[in-house]
C-alpha cells in the first residue's frame, strides 16, 4: 500500500503542471456539442457592405433567418467604411467567452477590382464582443508593408503548437521601386498569415500558400484535431474550393484527398463547421461567383475524405460569403430576442 501511495503520489505531481495550464487545449471540435443548440451566421450584403445576423431556426443548420429586425450589428466607420467577407473567431482558453469579428476593408463601389488590388487597404477590420450582439472596440490594423496591393478575406484558428491565434488572409505584392504599383505584380495573389494573442499586435507576416502562377484566395480551415486540419481555398487553377488535409499540423504536409466538393464550380468564400449533433459530421457553404442569390451548402460525414455533397432542402436567403458559430441556448435565446 505504502508503494502504491508513493506512485499516486507521484503521479499526481508529474501532471500538477499540465493541470494547472493556464491555457488549455480546445475539445475535439469534430465531436458534437450538447451544449450547442443552434448556428449564428454573420454576413454582408452587396447593397450594404457592414455586419448582418442570422440565426438558424432551431438546430438546423442549414435554415437560417435575418435578425436584429434586418439591422446591422456593425456598420464600420474607419478606413472604407465598408466590411466584406466577414470572420467569426471564437476565443481558446483563457479567451472564452471572447469573441472577434475580422473582415476585409473594401468598398468596391468606390473602387474597381483592378484598383482594390493595387493600392487596396492592407489592414484587417477588427471588433470585439463577449454576448455576439454587442461589437466594441472597433480598430483598422495594418498587416502588411507598402509593397502589398491589399489584404483580402481575412479568417484566424488557434494555432495549438504556437499557443496563439494564426491569422491569414490574400495579399498581391509589387516592387519596392513601383510604389504607385502601376506595373506588374512580382506574385499572384498568395495566402500570407501572422500570429496574435490579442488581435491588436500580430508577429510579422509570412507566406503561408504560394502556387507562384496561380492565385489563391479565401482561404478557411477546419480543424479536426490537435494534428488533423482541413483547409479550403480558392485557386485560378480550379473553377471551384479546393480541398486539403493536414494530420501533422498547420504547417504540416498538406495533401489532396481523393474525394472532391461536388457541384461546385464557380463559387468562392469555402466556409466550413461542424454539426452539433452528429460527430463527424461537417457543413461547407460557398458563395456564387457574380451572383446575388448568396451561400449555397454541401454536406460531408468524413471531412478528411474530401467529399462534400450539395445538401437540399436549405434556406440560406441572401447571405453573403461570411461565417457561421455554434451557440449555446443562452446565446440563441439572446439573439432571438433581437427579433
Request: net charge negative.
Given at each position: 500500500?505504502?508503494n502504491?501511495?508513493?506512485i499516486?503520489?507521484?503521479?499526481?505531481?508529474?501532471?500538477?503542471?499540465t493541470?494547472?495550464?493556464?491555457?488549455?487545449?480546445?475539445?475535439?471540435?469534430?465531436?458534437?456539442?450538447?451544449?450547442?443548440v443552434?448556428?449564428?451566421?454573420?454576413?454582408?450584403?452587396?447593397?450594404?457592405?457592414?455586419?448582418?445576423?442570422?440565426?438558424?431556426?432551431?438546430?438546423?443548420?442549414?435554415?437560417?433567418?435575418p435578425?436584429?429586425?434586418?439591422?446591422?450589428?456593425?456598420?464600420?466607420?474607419?478606413?472604407?467604411?465598408?466590411?466584406?467577407?466577414?470572420?467569426?473567431?471564437?476565443?481558446?482558453?483563457?479567451?472564452?467567452?471572447?469573441?472577434?469579428?475580422?473582415?476585409?476593408?473594401?468598398?468596391?463601389?468606390?473602387?474597381?477590382w483592378?484598383?482594390?488590388?493595387?493600392?487596396?487597404?492592407?489592414?484587417?477590420?477588427?471588433?470585439?464582443?463577449?454576448?455576439?450582439?454587442?461589437?466594441?472596440?472597433?480598430?483598422?490594423?495594418?498587416?502588411?508593408?507598402?509593397?502589398?496591393?491589399?489584404?483580402?478575406?481575412?479568417?484566424?484558428?488557434?494555432?495549438?503548437?504556437?499557443?496563439?491565434?494564426?491569422?491569414?488572409?490574400?495579399?498581391?505584392?509589387?516592387?519596392?521601386?513601383?510604389?504607385?504599383?502601376?506595373?506588374?505584380?512580382?506574385?499572384?495573389?498568395?495566402?500570407?498569415?501572422?500570429?496574435?494573442?490579442?488581435?491588436?499586435?500580430?508577429?510579422?507576416?509570412?507566406?503561408?500558400?504560394?502556387?507562384?502562377?496561380?492565385?489563391?484566395?479565401?482561404?478557411?480551415?477546419?480543424?479536426?484535431?490537435?494534428?488533423?486540419?482541413?483547409?479550403?481555398?480558392?485557386?485560378?487553377?480550379?473553377?471551384?474550393?479546393?480541398?486539403?488535409?493536414?494530420?501533422?499540423?498547420l504547417?504540416?504536409?498538406?495533401?489532396?484527398?481523393?474525394?472532391?466538393?461536388?457541384?461546385?464550380?464557380?463559387?468562392?468564400?469555402?466556409?466550413?463547421?461542424?454539426?452539433?449533433?452528429?460527430?463527424?459530421?461537417?457543413?461547407?457553404?460557398?458563395?456564387?461567383?457574380?451572383?446575388?442569390?448568396?451561400?449555397?451548402?454541401?454536406?460531408?460525414?468524413?471531412?478528411?475524405?474530401?467529399?462534400?455533397?450539395?445538401?437540399?432542402?436549405?434556406?440560406?436567403?441572401?447571405?453573403?460569403h461570411?461565417?457561421?458559430?455554434?451557440?449555446?441556448?443562452?446565446?440563441?435565446?439572446?439573439?432571438?430576442?433581437?427579433?
Amino acid at each position: 500500500m505504502k508503494n502504491l501511495t508513493t506512485i499516486c503520489a507521484g503521479i499526481l505531481a508529474f501532471l500538477a503542471p499540465t493541470m494547472a495550464l493556464p491555457q488549455p487545449l480546445p475539445l475535439d471540435l469534430h465531436q458534437a456539442d450538447p451544449t450547442k443548440v443552434g448556428y449564428l451566421d454573420f454576413y454582408w450584403k452587396t447593397e450594404d457592405e457592414s455586419v448582418y445576423l442570422a440565426l438558424s431556426n432551431n438546430s438546423n443548420p442549414l435554415d437560417f433567418r435575418p435578425i436584429n429586425g434586418g439591422k446591422p450589428v456593425v456598420s464600420p466607420t474607419l478606413g472604407t467604411k465598408a466590411v466584406r467577407d466577414v470572420s467569426i473567431v471564437e476565443g481558446v482558453g483563457r479567451d472564452k467567452g471572447k469573441y472577434w469579428l475580422i473582415g476585409t476593408d473594401l468598398d468596391i463601389d468606390s473602387t474597381n477590382w483592378d484598383k482594390a488590388t493595387r493600392t487596396g487597404s492592407r489592414a484587417i477590420f477588427i471588433w470585439e464582443s463577449r454576448d455576439l450582439i454587442h461589437w466594441t472596440n472597433e480598430r483598422l490594423v495594418t498587416v502588411e508593408d507598402a509593397t502589398a496591393g491589399m489584404v483580402w478575406a481575412p479568417d484566424a484558428i488557434w494555432d495549438p503548437k504556437a499557443g496563439k491565434y494564426l491569422v491569414h488572409w490574400a495579399s498581391r505584392f509589387y516592387a519596392a521601386n513601383d510604389p504607385n504599383h502601376t506595373g506588374s505584380p512580382t506574385t499572384t495573389d498568395i495566402i500570407r498569415y501572422a500570429h496574435t494573442s490579442d488581435f491588436k499586435t500580430f508577429t510579422k507576416p509570412k507566406t503561408y500558400i504560394d502556387h507562384k502562377t496561380s492565385t489563391i484566395i479565401d482561404l478557411s480551415i477546419l480543424r479536426v484535431d490537435d494534428n488533423t486540419f482541413v483547409r479550403f481555398y480558392v485557386s485560378g487553377k480550379v473553377s471551384g474550393p479546393v480541398v486539403e488535409v493536414s494530420r501533422n499540423g498547420l504547417f504540416g504536409n498538406w495533401v489532396t484527398p481523393s474525394g472532391t466538393i461536388q457541384d461546385s464550380t464557380h463559387f468562392e468564400g469555402p466556409y466550413p463547421f461542424w454539426d452539433n449533433v452528429q460527430p463527424g459530421k461537417a457543413y461547407l457553404v460557398c458563395d456564387k461567383v457574380g451572383s446575388v442569390t448568396g451561400l449555397s451548402p454541401w454536406v460531408s460525414t468524413d471531412v478528411t475524405s474530401g467529399t462534400f455533397t450539395p445538401a437540399s432542402g436549405g434556406n440560406l436567403g441572401a447571405l453573403r460569403h461570411g461565417s457561421v458559430l455554434s451557440v449555446t441556448k443562452q446565446q440563441y435565446d439572446a439573439l432571438a430576442a433581437l427579433g
